[in-house]
C-alpha cells in the first residue's frame, strides 16, 4: 500500500527526531551539556565531514539566525576537547572538522579543488606508523595527508 503524503511527514519527522536523539545521546556522552547551537553544529558535521568553521556557520545559520561564527568556533572547540570530533589541518587550508574519531585514519586532499576524503590507516592499528626514532617519546598517532588531483579534476585537465 503506498504510503501517502501525511503518512511519508509522518515517517520524516519521526526519522529526525531519531537522529535528534542520537545527536543528543553523542552530546551528553561527551559530557557536555545539550545546546541547539550544538545539535545543529553536529548536525552540520554529519552532513558534510572535513567542513571548516565557515560552511558550519552557513550550514546552521538559516535554523539559528541568532548564532555566531564565534559560537561555532566554540562549539567545535568543545566538541575536539571532548573527543567527539577530530580538527585536522592541511597545509594552506582553514581547520577541517569531522565526525569520525577514534580510529586514526587518514586524509586525502585533491591539490586543485580541495576536497578532502578519509583514508583508512595505512598499517594496522594505531599509530600506523612508526618513526624510525620515537626520541623517546610514547606515540600513540600518527597523521598522514596525501595530496593529489581527484578523479574529477583529473578528467577537467584531460578535457578540451
Known amino acids: ?17 531519531a537522529d535528534a536523539a542520537a545527536l543528543a545521546d553523542s552530546i551528553r556522552s561527551a559530557g557536555l551539556k545539550v545546546t541547539a547551537p550544538r545539535l545543529a ?10 567542513s571548516n568553521a565557515d560552511a558550519l556557520f552557513g550550514a546552521v545559520y538559516s535554523d539559528l539566525p541568532g548564532t555566531s561564527l564565534q559560537a561555532v568556533y566554540g562549539v567545535l572547540a568543545s566538541f575536539t576537547a571532548a573527543g567527539l570530533v577530530r580538527k585536522i589541518e592541511p597545509a594552506g587550508s582553514p581547520a577541517l572538522f569531522e565526525r569520525r574519531v577514534g580510529d586514526n ?16 590507516c595505512a598499517v594496522g592499528h594505531s599509530p600506523c606508523l612508526t618513526p624510525a626514532d620515537a626520541l623517546g617519546f610514547d606515540v600513540r598517532a600518527a597523521e598522514v595527508i596525501y595530496w593529489g588531483l581527484c578523479a574529477r579534476c583529473q578528467a577537467d585537465t584531460l578535457a578540451p
Do not use: E, N, Q, Y
Not at 553536529?42 to 552532513?47: F, S
Not at 587518514?106 to 576524503?117: D, K, L, M, N, P
Open 1 to 17: 500500500m503506498p504510503l501517502t503524503d501525511a503518512s511519508h511527514d509522518d515517517a520524516g519527522l519521526r526519522l529526525a527526531a
Open 105 to 120: 585514519h587518514h586524509h586525502i586532499v585533491c591539490t586543485r579543488c580541495s576536497v578532502v576524503h578519509d583514508v583508512d
Open 41 to 50: 553544529v553536529l548536525r552540520a558535521l554529519t552532513d558534510k565531514p572535513h
